[in-house]
């Protein structure tokens, strides 16, 4: 059962520029949630997808936003970035129905912004 | 805003040591959840609790959820260097049983 694929791995941009972020969930599991993790403020709850639809939203601003397809598999993009916006973004899968176990978390994208 | 507070913050023991990290918070959690992150990857999940006063045992790993549901230790027994890593936990309500709120993480080195 192959696990969650986040692509790229490592992605350095510049300021102000745009970037997007994909991520492919378990095999039959509907629901992707990303998280942003940094040494400085720990793992934060970006948003959730569950059917195409976002069910969940943390407190970013609207320069994140992200999607999802009828196939499961996720995107996430940030616009107009900023140095503070380097983070490892992790996407986590889960069934999405029934009580929640717990993710399966991707190896994450490295963003780096210069 | 919830928070889930970690002590300790960085832990350095020897191998065969015991040690306990503790995952406290002022809010009630539905279910709560224990990870291990090693560098360069996404946490990977050790156990689920979900019923105040429950205990869960993994091997050399204990975890117990507190009887109000706000609180949670792991013990880690006989520590070996494979046990390295940052140790989180989270938290989840029932609704929004999927948006964890993450502690501010454990990170323990085991040498030889």
């Known amino acids: 059962k192959a696990g969650v694929t986040q692509t790229p791995r490592y992605l350095i941009k510049t300021r102000g520029q745009q970037v997007t972020l994909s991520c492919s969930p378990i095999?039959?599991?509907?629901?992707v949630s990303w998280y942003q993790q940094t040494p400085g403020q720990g793992l934060q709850f970006l948003f959730e997808?569950?059917?195409?639809?976002?069910?969940n939203k943390g407190n970013f601003p609207g320069r994140f936003s992200g999607r999802q397809f009828s196939n499961s598999r996720s995107e996430m993009n940030v616009s107009t970035l900023e140095l503070g916006d380097s983070a490892l973004y992790l996407c986590a899968s889960s069934p999405g129905v029934g009580r929640f176990n717990g993710y399966t978390f991707g190896s994450g994208t490295r963003l780096t912004v210069v | 805003t919830q928070l889930l507070e970690q002590s300790p913050q960085f832990l350095s023991i020897q191998e065969g040591e015991n040690l306990t990290v503790y995952c406290n918070s002022s809010?009630?959690?539905?279910?709560l959840q224990w990870y291990r992150q090693e560098p360069g990857e996404g946490p990977v999940l050790l156990v689920t609790v979900v019923t105040g006063g429950e205990v869960k045992k993994l091997k050399r790993l204990t975890f117990q959820f507190g009887d109000a549901r706000k609180d949670s230790s792991l013990h880690i027994t006989a520590a070996q260097p494979g046990d390295t890593g940052l140790y989180l936990c989270a938290g989840s309500n029932t609704g929004t049983a999927s948006k964890l709120t993450f502690g501010t993480g454990t990170r323990l080195q085991v040498t030889l």
């Open positions: 095999s039959g599991h509907r629901s």
């Open positions: 809010s009630v959690f539905s279910s």
């Open positions: 997808y569950f059917s195409e639809t976002q069910r």
